[in-house]
């Protein structure tokens, strides 16, 4: 099975701009989590997709928004960059029920804002 | 306040020398991972533990997961070059859904030849 692909994988952008990130999971999973990784905070999580609808969101402004296609394809969008949106931006997919599931990451985007 | 407090930060150590990581919570967990993280690429999943007293072995690393699901552990037997690297903890807090994991501060491990 081909693992979580993310596109592009590098990205620098001016403040202000706007970036939309790309995500394609693996085959079957219908779960998809984007997380922002950084130097000073770690992993964090900013939200996750269940079948094209919005199930849990982290603790970011709003310029940071995302969706999923019918094909579980997901896109994030971060409006009016900043410099502190510098990071390695993670999607990780999963094939999950009540039961539980694990989480596949996938190479992930470094977004520089400059 | 870190959720999940995740230590050593740092660990330098000799080929062949043992080590444990730690991650600890006040928070139960429905599950958790470790994770390891090579430079520029995304976290590769290890294992998962999710019953109370769970220990698995995976080759020379161990994982424990605490009897109240709030505290698990990674022991690596007679390190070698290739185990450096950054290892995470991540956990799905008890309640929440498994796509939103919690994650430790990571540890960075050094092996020297």
């Known amino acids: 099975k081909a693992g979580v692909t993310q596109t592009p994988r590098y990205l620098i952008k001016t403040r202000g701009q706007q970036v939309t990130l790309s995500c394609s999971p693996i085959?079957?999973?219908?779960?998809v989590s984007w997380y922002q990784q950084t130097p000073g905070q770690g992993l964090q999580f900013l939200f996750e997709?269940?079948?094209?609808?919005?199930?849990n969101k982290g603790n970011f402004p709003g310029r940071f928004s995302g969706r999923q296609f019918s094909n579980s394809r997901s896109e994030m969008n971060v409006s009016t960059l900043e410099l502190g949106d510098s990071a390695l931006y993670l999607c990780?997919?999963?094939?999950?029920?009540?039961?539980?599931?694990?989480?596949?990451f996938g190479p992930g985007t470094r977004l520089t804002v400059t | 306040t870190q959720l999940l407090e995740q230590s050593p930060q740092f660990l330098s150590i000799q080929e062949g020398e043992n080590l444990t990581v730690y991650c600890n919570s006040s928070?139960?967990?429905?599950?958790l991972q470790w994770y390891r993280q090579e430079p520029g690429e995304g976290p590769v999943l290890l294992v998962t533990?999710?019953?109370?007293?769970e220990v698995k072995k995976l080759k020379r690393l161990t994982f424990q997961f605490g009897d109240a699901r709030k505290d698990s552990s990674l022991h690596i037997t007679a390190a070698q070059p290739g185990d450096t690297g950054l290892y995470l903890c991540?956990?799905?807090?008890?309640?929440?859904?498994?796509?939103?994991?919690?994650f430790g501060q990571g540890t960075i491990l050094t092996v020297h030849p």
């Open positions: 990780a997919s999963s094939f999950i029920t009540d039961l539980g599931g694990e989480q596949y």
């Open positions: 991540a956990g799905a807090l008890y309640g929440t859904s498994y796509g939103k994991l919690t």
């Open positions: 533990v999710v019953t109370g007293g």
């Open positions: 997709y269940f079948s094209e609808t919005q199930r």
């Open positions: 928070s139960v967990f429905s599950s």
């Open positions: 085959s079957g999973h219908r779960s």
